[in-house]
């Protein structure tokens, strides 16, 4: 299926389109930094090795308190009235924290050990924009996009070197996040798998794909554009044909959440290449009467995670699947006067997999030693990429996250 | 791109040429220019930049007029927008029907909600499918651009303001000022009901300050990130306390109002919103920014910091005036340079728009609207307070692949159904590994009222209100139909009953195009808002002369046969537009 010039050609295209982007876009954030171009690591992994890893991302800033419940302590009551979790309802980890009622499935999973809780993640001087700290998760670089590319690219860069393959990244959703930026390595995309295609074009742009006649255009968008079709017309038939003859063990949630896992998971099934998928679940941004629309998240989370964790990891994939939930924040310590809470920082992450070690990680943050009002984050969240870089790519975090950064003991 | 060559085959009256000009050789596409350089290819990515898409007599006369008064022209079309009747739907049906059912349980007031948010969705469709009319029309193709820029910029989501009157109001706002002054305008929206409900602040009480609307006033609207203090944001935020809605009214609330003194950006005083919006416009970093937002908007790449400082002097200096902006921007050699010019990449409403217009027809705007969505751009729900990022960011695989779906729906060769309702070729292929039933959670037409055959154009509000609950987090009851994502809003269309008025063999002959090579350059230069390369324009060229062989006519001898020249000729052009180059203007 695949044909060694078109590759080195759509490579070609990428590149010319990255250096492009050097030259017009000079003053375009992401373009600062440069890209890492075709430094091909000769001990970089074979793609027979290593496991998949599926990001989950709680967009809106979600609230950690209401998620992993401090509920034993004081300060904690003290400060929430109206999101309060008590006692009686929350799902005990230990004697002072425990899980959101509704997060029950995810409770049983955690007990089997599959699912490990990191506390109090996050990175020095917080940001509470939504874009800015989303940006920092993203490029896990506190310049956010200025670094140049999302910290997946970079890990495909340190993986694949100039290796690229169209469905190794892949979104499952209507906008790629930053994380999946590289010059290099493009990341496909579809909202539902059976509508990614072209309809009735298909053998006639694969012509204008195959035409080797055609040099870098010089006009930077053109070429860019030139590489997505590529992408677009390689990844296509491998991601509707899995999607496609795909049988689940488990009963999906029918919401979008659980749809999109469902095809996540299809693709893991099927093997089409993907190594990165994304997923995202939304709604956080709750800023008033926050407890109901909270729940329902919650429980939207914990139904298709824990499908999905139930579909896969019974050893029959060709590779193993590492989960990474996160959230750009987490909320204030103190309710605002909304019934809600507002950005704050710190929250926990959720890593799940057959080899994690199960359990409560990291120090929960204190409620009461606080920063502005804000929790201080114990555990930096580029030290739980790092541990995730290693499990599933065999790469060694400082070449993707660099030298400051130690990886979490999170695998066995 | 078109080229002068064309233009006396296309047009009745010749274009007027400069004198001094001479005649260009017949084998070459060099335009003719004006004494300022003015000509068809320059006055085209002003069209499309400062429009929507170019037809050929609208760049004649711009040709005709001159540059600047061309762009004066632009600057001053005032066509009356027409007024749009609009009532507010939520306030009215909430007192009504809650009262009626107030005996009731939990679920039949759920349905109750339900009901009025698809009324209160199906006005902001019909809304939105009549501004999209407006863009179509090309009457007054700069304001209604500008709005479509206020409408990213200050991006606000019916998702949480669920009030098509207040979203309403606001887009009348943002073309009210569309070329004003941004002071205007600011002072505008910091009195806008559905921008106060989206960022919270008819929470922000001088108790308890929500600092949602400040923050980004300072980060989005005006300043940038790092050109003030989270000191700031919580004192601006202390400014616009109070500052509330109620029955789709601005109303200041006294009581909760902070009436102390506060200190912004180092001035201090018992300062209000107006105040605020004051300061934050005498920052130097107001004028750089906003002219940064524009310049990209207009020219397609982020303009390096001298031309955004340089654009953003000349905005302070001229009382923040746009339409002042824009006649030195239209007017600027630097706009038309090379690396400016069929290097951006066209949002999908306006590709979608500039498609139409350049092909010459009308689709259904309910389509348009609908398929913009499905591009990734749906108008009143942009995706975050940042509006859409826009640029290589509306340009995933699957959204390429979609535009060249939606292009073949608007050349009546693609049936909606295709896009949404099956998977496609595979599907018997993946049948035979399968050893079950096709799954029905995978059936798209699983949702009811998309699967009715008989649906109608009267029923697309309902499809895409439907969608609005339920992709509402609010609202737990998850429903099937809500995996189709953002090709839901297209399902409503299934049984779309419209199909082009084209007829692309007489436009040829007309044009007295016939042989392969001829014809290819005709269509491209219409469609099309950038000259192709010579391999691209091969490619075709070989592709259709393919599908003419295999009917066994000869070359120069398809426009003779039009039954079978127009299927060949409109299955060129889907390709034609499912290319890279069909995407950039």
């Known amino acids: 299926m695949k044909r060694k010039a078109g590759i080195d050609r759509r490579q070609a295209l990428r590149a010319a389109a990255a250096f492009g982007a050097l030259g017009s876009m000079a003053g375009r954030p992401w373009a600062l930094g440069g890209p890492r171009l075709l430094a091909a690591d000769p001990d970089a992994e074979r793609e027979g090795d290593g496991a998949v890893l599926v990001l989950v991302q709680l967009s809106g800033g979600n609230d950690g308190l209401s998620t992993v419940v401090p509920y034993a302590d004081d300060a904690y009551h003290a400060a929430r009235s109206t999101t309060r979790i008590d006692q009686d309802e929350v799902l005990p980890l230990d004697d002072y924290v425990g899980l959101h009622p509704a997060l029950g499935g995810l409770r049983g999973l955690y007990d089997e050990g599959r699912i490990a809780i990191v506390q109090g993640c996050g990175y020095p001087r917080p940001n509470r924009s939504h874009f800015k700290s989303m940006e920092i998760w993203h490029s896990a670089d506190l310049r956010g996009r200025a670094a140049g590319q999302g910290w997946v690219g970079r890990l495909c860069t340190a993986a694949f070197g100039d290796r690229t393959e169209a469905s190794r990244l892949v979104h499952i959703g209507g906008t ?19 509508g990614y295609r072209w309809i009735g074009k298909e053998d006639e742009v694969a012509g204008y794909d195959a035409d080797e006649r055609r040099k870098p255009s010089g006009k930077s968008r053109l070429d860019f554009l030139r590489g997505v079709l590529s992408d677009a017309r390689e990844s296509s038939k491998a991601i509707r044909t899995a999607a496609a003859s795909y049988r689940p063990k488990v009963d999906y949630p029918d919401d979008s959440f659980g749809l999109d896992l469902r095809a996540a998971a299809a693709l893991v099934r099927g093997d089409v290449g993907a190594r990165v998928l994304s997923v995202e679940l939304r709604g956080f941004d709750t800023h008033s009467s926050q407890r109901s629309p909270h729940n329902t998240l919650m429980r939207r989370l914990d139904h298709g995670l824990s499908a999905f964790l139930r579909d896969l990891g019974s050893g029959e994939e060709t590779r193993d699947v590492v989960v990474l939930a996160f959230s750009e924040f987490g909320r204030r310590v103190q309710e605002n006067g909304s019934r809600g809470t507002d950005h704050g920082a710190a929250g926990p992450m959720f890593v799940a997999g057959t080899r994690v070690r199960g359990g409560l ?8 030693e606080l920063e502005g009002g804000d929790l201080v984050h114990t555990t930096d969240f580029r030290a739980v990429y790092g541990a995730a870089i290693e499990a599933c790519f065999g790469v060694r975090t400082a070449d993707v996250l660099g030298a400051g950064t130690k990886p979490l003991d999170l695998f066995s | 791109m078109l080229s002068l060559l064309l233009t006396p085959l296309l047009f009745p009256v010749a274009a007027p040429q400069d004198p001094a000009t001479p005649e260009p050789a017949p084998e070459r596409t060099e335009p003719v220019q004006r004494a300022d350089g003015w000509n068809a290819e320059l006055a085209e990515h002003l069209l499309n930049r400062a429009g929507f898409g170019a037809r050929p007599d609208e760049v004649e006369r711009a040709v005709a007029l001159g540059r600047a ?58 809304y939105g499918a009549w501004w999209i009319e407006r863009m179509l029309s090309g009457e007054d193709p700069l304001r209604e651009k500008m709005t479509l820029f206020w409408h990213g910029h200050f991006a606000t989501s019916q998702q949480t303001v669920k009030n098509s009157f207040e979203m309403i109001q606001q887009n009348e706002l943002f073309y009210a000022h569309a070329l004003g002054r941004f002071e205007d305008l600011l002072q505008g929206v910091v009195r806008d009901p559905a921008m106060l409900e989206y960022l919270d602040n008819d929470e922000n009480k001088k108790s308890s300050p929500n600092e949602n609307l400040a923050r980004e006033l300072m980060e989005l609207f005006t300043l940038g990130e790092g050109n003030y203090s989270e000191r700031d944001v919580q004192e601006a935020a202390r400014t616009l306390t109070g500052w509330s809605d109620g029955g789709g009214k601005f109303r200041v609330i006294k009581k909760r109002h902070d009436d102390g003194d506060k200190t912004v950006l180092g001035r201090t005083g018992p300062f209000d919103g107006d105040d605020l919006v004051r300061i934050l416009l005498e920052q130097p970093a107001c004028g750089a920014f906003l002219a940064g937002k524009l310049l990209a908007w207009f020219e397609g790449v982020e303009p390096d910091p001298d031309r955004a400082g340089f654009y953003g ?25 090379d690396e400016i010019r069929g290097n951006r990449i066209a949002g999908p409403v306006e590709h979608l728009v500039s498609t139409s217009r350049r092909l010459g027809i009308e689709p259904p705007s309910r389509f348009l609207l609908a398929s913009g969505t499905a591009l990734g751009q749906r108008l009143f729900f942009p995706p975050s307070v940042k509006g859409w990022d826009g640029g290589e960011a509306w340009i995933s695989t699957s959204s390429f692949m979609q535009r060249g779906n939606l292009a073949g729906v608007l050349l009546g060769v693609v049936d909606v159904d295709d896009i949404v309702n099956d998977y496609g070729p595979l599907e018997d292929e993946a049948q035979m590994d399968a050893d079950a039933a096709p799954d029905a959670a995978m059936e798209p037409a699983g949702g009811g009222w998309g699967a009715d055959p008989a649906a109608s154009m009267d029923e697309m ?34 049984s779309m009953k419209w199909r082009p008025r084209i007829n692309l063999t007489t436009r040829l002959a007309e044009a007295k195009k016939r042989k392969d090579g001829a014809m290819v350059r005709c269509l491209a230069d219409e469609l099309l808002a950038l000259p192709l390369s010579k391999e691209t324009r091969d490619f075709l060229v070989a592709e259709l002369r393919e599908k003419r062989r295999s009917q066994g006519i000869k070359n120069g001898q398809l426009l003779k046969k039009p039954e079978v020249a127009e299927p060949i000729l409109r299955d060129l052009a889907h390709l034609m537009l499912s290319l890279p180059e069909a995407q950039l203007n």
């Not at chain 2, 022209?73 to 009504?96: C, H, K, M, W």
């Not at chain 2, 009626?100 to 969705?121: Q, W």
């Not at chain 2, 000349?314 to 746009?322: E, K, R, S, T």
């Not at chain 2, 009851?477 to 995996?483: A, H, I, V």
């Open chain 1, 176 to 194: 790629v996040p930053f994380s999946l930026y590289s010059p290099v390595h493009g990341a496909s995309s579809f909202v539902v798998p059976e």
């Open chain 2, 461 to 494: 509000g309902d499809a895409v209100a439907m969608e609005d609950m339920q992709a509402d987090a609010m609202e737990p009851q998850g429903s099937p139909s809500r995996k189709l994502g953002d090709l839901q809003a297209l399902k409503g269309l299934r």
């Open chain 2, 69 to 126: 008064a061309f762009v004066d022209d632009l600057l001053e079309r005032r066509v009356p927008r027409g007024e749009y009747f609009f009532e507010n739907v939520a306030a009215r049906r909430s007192e009504r029907k809650m009262s009626e059912v107030i005996e009731f349980d939990a679920k039949a007031k759920r349905e109750v909600r339900k009901r009025k948010r698809r009324s209160d969705d199906e006005q902001l469709s019909d």
């Open chain 1, 361 to 368: 990680h990291g120090a929960h943050p204190s409620l009461v």
């Open chain 2, 313 to 337: 002097d000349f905005l302070a200096a001229n009382d923040y005036d746009v339409t002042a902006f824009l006649r030195r921007l239209f007017n600027d050699p630097a706009f038309y340079r």
